[in-house]
């Protein structure tokens, strides 16, 4: 009974490897973009595996925006995110607020070569205000601010095909309504994916900011189906949005597989509500790089104790060189899973005690559409470091240890009416050493889509 069960289980989960209609990781195009942003409410409950008396939350909002550029030539990252929250734990009390960007820009010298410029650069600040359970009017106050810059090389190519992902979504849920008949061939899905990757080309091409008229080609039939679906005859967004999803509409028309002479209102609603949901970005692809740059670190607290009349004020600065190393790896398994792998390792040395300290951080992740609208993400983290204490505590040996961490969560991502989505996390986190605890956290999000 046991084998026919394991054999069973393991259909299920290989199912969705062999059941690629189109190898996502063949597409390319010269010029896509792919943007989030998203305002997010958490909590996060947490403690010990082994001991349920230790339990800690936190609550935090904020906002992230996240934008990749892929092009012929170039390639960019930028990731922003601003939080502010509250959290207690064993049991005293903090507050907090958190800001931090990062930008990376890979630039090829020609098109057919894979070798790459890279610059990166972040940015982040963090204040903490923490009050002591025991005494409470004891107050630690802290600001935090960092800045890390590198140039470098590399080579390799990592290219996006979410909207080839979009192109195949558009024509499943068109068959559902008996729009499209059979399947559409591997260069038609493409062609179609092309146009969804020229929204911004149309946006420039069709909007006219002086007159703020449609500036349209087609019939008055199909301005009227635009008119009852944006509201307004004269608004620029409704412009290139019309042209966009008739061209669209086109290459489906032209496959021979669409029973329609148009897309009409029902066509332009499934197109639009598939373009306007959440999509996790499909990248294909490997880059490898390498690069020198600086760190540098300011800190400085304040301790005011309870008796009301002592404090105590430290303030740090520091400024390392560099040596950092990436590798990423992307790989688009089906359909409806992808993998995507990153590994870095980052060399810090401080010249004047010629003494230096290291991270290897890494992580694999696996995310995989379970239905429509519901994403089941699946990752391992590994984090190794030796921490350089300030140059003026270098000699305090006990801040020279090698910590290893590791975590394994578990996240179910539930997308409500394309706007919102719902997120539920189970992370078991394990710190070096034997007789160290495995912690364990359950985190919810809850997030709005602004774009």
């Known amino acids: 009974m046991q084998k026919p069960v394991i054999f ?37 409950f947490s403690g010990e595996l082994t001991d349920s008396s230790k339990v800690g939350y936190y609550i935090n909002t904020s906002a992230n925006f996240t934008r990749k550029y892929w092009s012929d030539k170039n390639r960019y990252n930028f990731y922003h995110q601003t939080s502010g929250g509250f959290n207690r734990s064993d049991p005293n009390t903090r507050s907090y607020f958190n ?49 890390s810059g590198t140039l470098g090389m590399g080579y390799g190519r990592v290219e996006n095909a979410t909207s080839l992902r979009k192109a195949v979504e558009i024509v499943d849920r068109l068959r559902e309504i008996e729009f499209v008949s059979g399947d559409l061939t591997d260069a ?41 679906v944006s509201g307004s005859a004269t608004s620029v967004i409704s412009s290139y949005l019309f042209e966009w999803y008739d061209a669209m509409g086109k290459v489906l028309i032209a496959s021979g597989k669409f029973n329609r002479n148009a897309l009409g209102g029902v066509g332009e609603r499934i197109i639009s509500e598939v373009l306007n949901e959440s999509w996790y970005a499909r990248e294909h692809g490997w880059a490898v790089s390498a690069g020198y740059g600086f760190d540098y670190q300011g800190y400085n ?52 005690t010629h003494s230096y300290g290291y991270t290897l951080s890494g992580f694999t992740e696996l995310d995989y559409e379970l239905a429509r609208h519901i994403i089941l993400s699946n990752q391992a983290n590994l984090y190794v470091s030796k921490q350089l204490p300030p140059q003026n505590y270098i000699y305090l040996k006990s801040l ?24 539920q996390t189970i992370r078991f986190q394990k710190i070096d050493g034997r007789k160290q605890p495995i912690y364990w956290s359950a985190v919810t999000d809850l997030g709005y889509k602004i774009l």
């Open 8 to 44: 069973l289980v393991l259909i299920i989960i290989l199912l969705p490897l062999v059941a690629l209609s189109i190898d996502l990781s063949q597409y390319s195009y010269p010029k896509s973009v792919w943007q989030e942003l998203n305002l997010i409410y958490h909590s996060d």
């Open 99 to 147: 800001q931090y960007d990062q930008v990376t820009l890979d630039h090829y010298h020609t098109m057919s070569n894979d070798w790459f410029g890279r610059f990166n650069a972040s940015f982040q600040y963090s204040y903490d205000r923490y009050r002591y359970s025991i005494h409470p009017r004891t107050l630690s106050r802290s600001h935090y601010r960092a800045f």
């Open 188 to 228: 038609q899905l493409t062609d179609l994916a092309n146009v969804i990757d020229r929204r911004d080309e149309f946006i420039n091409k069709y909007k006219d900011p002086k007159s703020n008229v449609i500036n349209s080609s087609l019939s008055g039939d199909s301005k009227s189906n635009l008119i009852t």
């Open 301 to 352: 607290s304040t301790k005011a104790y309870y008796d009301g009349d002592s404090s105590f004020t430290e303030l740090t600065k520091d400024d390392r060189p560099v040596v950092i190393g990436t590798l990423e790896y992307y790989k688009p398994l089906s359909m409806k899973l992808q993998w995507n792998n990153s590994i870095s390792f980052k060399r810090t040395g401080i010249r004047s």
């Open 400 to 423: 020279r240890a090698v910590v290893v961490q590791g975590s394994l969560s578990s996240t179910l991502n539930i997308y409500i009416a394309s706007k919102f989505v719902l997120t």
